[in-house]
């Protein structure tokens, strides 16, 4: 496998704070190609080898605008068992419904855009159901639940300029936390 020649922004890049805009169909081969090489460069990263290999962080979604295109489009690449993955393309999200329950990633969120470690919380809803639409225009909708529920959120965040270390009460980082399931 060959690392694509992608750019992640880093949280210091202002692009990253734009509202991404609908995506209109058909997509372009660009776009198409930018889809392709965003699961390579996921899949790759949760893959010990080709980590040490090319000096990566594991990351387990990607916004379009992370690669400097503002379109309302993020892939998630999901490690179900070693070696096997389940692709996320998600293009113009919506959350639809979402649980009362709200959890947390124990170890914290990360971000391929931010390249530091970051203490704190970041409330997030159990299960959200997202209307979206395919490669081809068609509309779907999925629910989802836990990290997978978590990624969704976090990417969605993304598209609308926020990023995971905006949700963190910079005075009290782990402000609530009893209030939420940890996971």
Known sequence: MKLPDITILDEKDKRLREVSKEVEFPLSKEDKKNIEDMITYLTMSQNEEYEKKYNLRAGMGLAYIQIGIPKRIFVIVEELEDGEYKNYII?????????????????????????????????????????????????FKIRVREDIAIAFQHEIDHLNGILFIDRIDPKNPFKDAQKYREI
């Open 91 to 139: 293009i113009n999200p919506k959350i639809v419904s979402h649980s009362e329950e709200k959890i947390y990633v124990g170890e914290g969120e990360g971000c391929l855009s931010v390249n530091r470690e970051v203490e704190g919380i970041v409330p997030r809803y159990a299960r959200v159901t997202v209307e979206a639409q395919d490669l081809d225009g068609n509309t």
